[in-house]
């Protein structure tokens, strides 16, 4: 079992430009979460998705950032016409059902996309 | 929503002393409550958790205790050695009033001195 998988590991957009990230979350595991840390910081919660479905989009800026998590495929999360704030390190966690019954949830590396 | 404070943000102890760190969380019905390592430039670790059906649990030199009536929970860890030097950080799992989210402490700096 690989465990998480993020990519890519490192992101430099320059202003305007748009961000992918992708995370595959580990075998078996339907439920992603996303969350965003800056420098010396910690987690904040973006979004939680399961498969073709965002369950908790309450963390996430209402405009140019979306996530999806498709049927077959990574899950993705899409920053449009990136800003300087939104340089951070992007996270991953998967679990294998929803975190209050009795499932764990794993980290992946992370995307830490810089916007110059 | 789910606010979860915790502290200290700073901690520094000898080797082999024993650090304690302390979260306190809002949403009564927040039933799972986990704990990370973070090193520097790393991924999120998941090191101990507790559900709300149980008071303490241990693994090792890791402990975590849970009290509901108060809503806070602690990491103990014991005989600190110098690989345990990271950020900790202490989560809950709310689904009513917090939503369906995992949210997470603003983290303790655990440095274990020579």
């Known amino acids: 079992n690989a465990g998480v998988m993020q990519n890519p590991r490192h992101l430099v957009r320059r202003r305007g430009q748009e961000a992918r990230l992708r995370c595959s979350p580990m075998k078996g595991h339907s439920h992603v979460y996303w969350y965003r840390q800056l420098p010396e910081e910690g987690l904040k919660f973006m979004v939680y998705l399961q498969k073709e479905n965002i369950i908790d989009e309450s963390g996430m800026p209402k405009e140019r950032f979306s996530a999806e998590f498709p049927k077959e495929g990574p899950s993705i999360l899409r920053i449009q016409q990136v800003v300087r704030g939104d340089s951070a390190a992007y996270f991953c966690?998967?679990?294998?059902?929803?975190?209050?019954?009795?499932?764990?949830?794993?980290f992946g590396q992370g995307t830490r996309l810089t916007v110059v | 929503g789910e606010n979860v404070e915790q502290h200290p943000s700073t901690l520094s102890v000898q080797e082999g002393d024993s650090a304690v760190i302390k979260c306190t969380y809002s949403?009564?019905?927040?039933?799972?409550f986990p704990w990370y390592k973070q090193e520097l430039g790393k991924r999120p670790q998941l090191i101990i958790d507790?559900?709300?059906?149980?008071g303490e649990k241990k693994d090792q030199r890791i402990a975590v205790t849970l009290n509901k009536t108060a809503k806070h929970f602690s990491l103990h860890i014991t005989e600190t050695q110098p690989e345990d030097s990271a950020v900790y950080f202490c989560a809950a799992w709310g689904l009513t009033g917090g939503g369906n989210k995992l949210t997470f402490g603003t983290g303790t700096q655990l440095k274990v001195e020579l």
């Open positions: 507790i559900r709300s059906n149980v």
């Open positions: 949403d009564s019905a927040s039933n799972y």
């Open positions: 966690a998967s679990s294998f059902r929803q975190l209050g019954h009795d499932t764990e949830a794993f």
